[in-house]
């Protein structure tokens, strides 16, 4: 199983983006699948998650209002619609698949829950 994403790339701010994150390969059965983002010197951190079962989702306070993480079950893909950017929100991004379920939603914030990564995008934003 792999993830790929796709569809990142340089806007200028208060611009807009969409990501695409596809699994292939065999159907697996992860129960979440996440965003994170890594910018130059700085750590990997939760940007959003949404459970594919009910599309559940949740959002780090800096890109709650601003981003929207959806899937598409049908395709095996999930979705992360960057709007307004900010200089910010530059950096590599991520998708990732968790595949243990979890009954307190604080695990799908956390990187180290999750098992499957995809290859990263970069995003850059400028001002």
């Known amino acids: 199983v792999q993830l790929q994403a796709s569809g990142g790339g340089l806007v200028q701010a208060g611009g807009s983006l969409r990501l695409s994150c596809a699994a292939s390969g065999r159907t697996f059965g992860s129960y979440v699948m996440g965003w994170f983002r890594q910018a130059p010197g700085k750590e990997r951190e939760f940007v959003a998650a949404i459970t594919w079962s009910g599309g559940s989702t949740r959002y780090a306070d800096s890109v709650r209002g601003r981003f929207t993480i959806s899937k598409d079950n049908a395709k095996n893909t999930v979705y992360l619609q960057m709007n307004s950017l900010k200089p910010e929100d530059t950096a590599v991004y991520y998708c990732?698949?968790?595949?243990?379920?979890?009954?307190?939603?604080?695990?799908?914030?956390?990187?180290?829950?999750?098992?499957?990564w995809g290859q990263g995008t970069q995003v850059t934003v400028s001002s």
């Open positions: 990732a698949a968790l595949t243990t379920f979890y009954s307190d939603t604080y695990y799908y914030t956390a990187s180290s829950s999750y098992d499957l």
